[in-house]
């Protein structure tokens, strides 16, 4: 019985997923203790996707994009993957628009956040939950 319950549980992939304190640590990392204030942006997800292999993201920021007043770098955190940074992306006043769209891979169901640095050192955030029906970070 012991034997049988081993190759049972062998043959079940796990699911590796960071835990609450990886994500602090990842906004502490990347931020340091500023606070970061909801609103200017804006995360679309679909709200079911039926594969967490290649779900599509997209980003924007509201900022006027001028060098008085811009986006200098994007983060895309995940609760649930097992590294909470997914990516960063950087921008200067002549990007013209704070926006991006990509595709990321998710383990399950969960909020993915975007927080926004702005040049005066602001931080701005926003997010979006997804149902994952099967899920892609998973360890076999």
């Known amino acids: 019985a012991a034997s ?6 062998s043959s079940v992939p796990l699911i590796a997923h960071a835990d609450e304190e990886d994500l602090l640590r990842a906004r502490r990392d990347l931020f340091g203790d500023r606070p970061i204030q909801e609103g200017r942006v804006t995360v679309t997800l679909p709200p079911i996707a039926e594969n967490g292999h290649s779900v599509p993201l997209s980003v924007s920021v509201n900022s006027p994009m001028t060098p008085d007043d ?5 983060a895309i955190l995940s609760p649930r993957n097992p590294l909470p940074n997914v990516a960063q992306y950087h921008f200067t006043p002549r990007s013209g628009k704070a926006e991006v769209s990509t595709r990321i891979r998710m383990s399950g ?6 927080v926004a640095e702005m ?14 029906t099967l899920a892609a970070c998973v360890v076999l």
């Open 4 to 9: 049988g319950g081993a190759v049972l549980i």
């Open 70 to 74: 811009y986006v200098k770098r994007v």
């Open 109 to 114: 169901t969960q909020a993915i956040q975007a």
């Open 119 to 132: 040049n005066d050192g602001s931080l701005w955030s926003g997010s979006m939950e997804t149902v994952v």
